[in-house]
């Protein structure tokens, strides 16, 4: 499985980003995906994500309201709508993919065994 994360950038306090992640490899329409961030000496945490099967969603309540995630549409282009955004969401945005779930939302980065390069965004006040 192969991941190739995009859309970073710098932005304003208010202002919107989208991210993509184009998944590439066998079964990975089976496969739960998500987004992690990790901010500079932060641990990796969890932002959003999808079951495996499409049908559950868990969003970070800290992104709660702003973010949305999007399942794949025909191709395995999944992405991250990040609305409102403010300088604490300053960070490296990671898609992932986790073999394991297909019913219900990991939300633990211990769970995702493949991982894209990250993509940068920083939120200026």
């Known amino acids: 499985v192969q991941l190739q994360a995009s859309g970073g950038g710098l932005v304003q306090a208010g202002d919107s980003l989208r991210l993509s992640c184009a998944v590439s490899?066998?079964?990975?329409?089976?496969?739960?995906r998500g987004w992690f961030r990790q901010a500079p000496g932060k641990e990796r945490e969890f932002v959003a994500a999808i079951s495996g099967s499409g049908q559950r969603t868990s969003y970070a309540d800290s992104v709660k309201g702003r973010f949305s995630i999007f399942d794949y549409a025909a191709d395995t282009t999944m992405s991250l709508q990040m609305n409102n955004l403010q300088p604490e969401d300053t960070a490296v945005y990671y898609c992932?993919?986790?073999?394991?779930?297909?019913?219900?939302?990991?939300?633990?980065?211990?769970?995702?065994?493949?991982w894209g390069q990250g993509t940068q965004v920083t939120v200026s006040s």
């Open positions: 490899g066998q079964f990975v329409r089976t496969y739960g």
């Open positions: 992932a993919v986790d073999g394991g779930s297909y019913v219900n939302v990991e939300v633990s980065p211990g769970d995702y065994e493949w």
